[in-house]
């Protein structure tokens, strides 16, 4: 009776390991992800309310450090840490925003997966759709997941019809700075500004 317990023990030490350990599939990450978005956005609570946990759901889901860096492009090669730092902890509040405020105007948006292309083992784009409504035509959405971690895919970039916000992003800082003869403070401000409007 012992031996078969030890068994039972082993056998189901090894399956919830496994649970563990199993990596999530990116198409299965992004489902997931705007799913519990989209519960969110279909519970009747404040508009406050719903901002707050899609900011919560963002900070689980989205590489923030990884974006905000590829948005601030060649100009963060000349930012000290403490620049750095600075730049982070803006561009946090801004993208938590502006994500957050955006995606509340929708009111239960369904998105279906239907595909995905492994560029190589740190990126994979996942294909979506949002489906149309009496409001909105269908909206084609790639997910750029990064996935070097596998235990821990991260949003990088959403393509929306082809254009990607990331890029956009990248677009509008660099003008801040090419208006302001390249000083970081200038976009600084603009993000806390943003922040706190």
Do not use: C
């Not at 084609?140 to 393509?159: A, G």
Request: a neutral charge; charged letters at 25%.
């Amino acid at each position: 009776m012992n031996n078969i317990k030890k068994i039972l023990l082993i056998v189901l030490f090894i399956s919830l390991h496994h649970s563990f350990v199993y990596s999530i599939e990116p198409d299965v990450f992004v489902q997931s992800t705007v799913n519990r978005a989209s519960q969110i956005l279909s519970k009747n609570i404040s508009k406050e309310q719903k901002i707050d946990e899609l900011k919560s759901i963002a900070k689980e889901t989205v590489d923030i450090r990884g974006v905000g860096f590829y948005s601030l492009g060649s100009a963060r090669k000349n930012l000290d840490e403490d620049q750095k730092k600075i730049f982070f902890d803006l561009f946090e509040s801004y993208f938590l925003k502006s994500f957050s405020s955006r995606l509340s105007e929708y009111t239960n948006p369904k998105i279906e997966v239907n595909g995905k292309e492994v560029l190589n083992k740190n990126y994979t784009i996942v294909n979506s759709i949002l489906i149309a409504t009496n409001e909105r035509p269908e909206i084609k959405i790639d997910w750029r997941i990064y996935t070097k971690n596998p235990d821990n895919p991260l949003i990088r970039d959403l393509i929306i019809e082809g254009l990607s916000l990331a890029r956009t992003q990248k677009e509008e800082f660099a003008s801040i700075l090419n208006s302001n003869d390249g000083d970081i403070n200038a976009l600084f401000d603009t993000l806390e500004k943003f922040s706190k409007n």
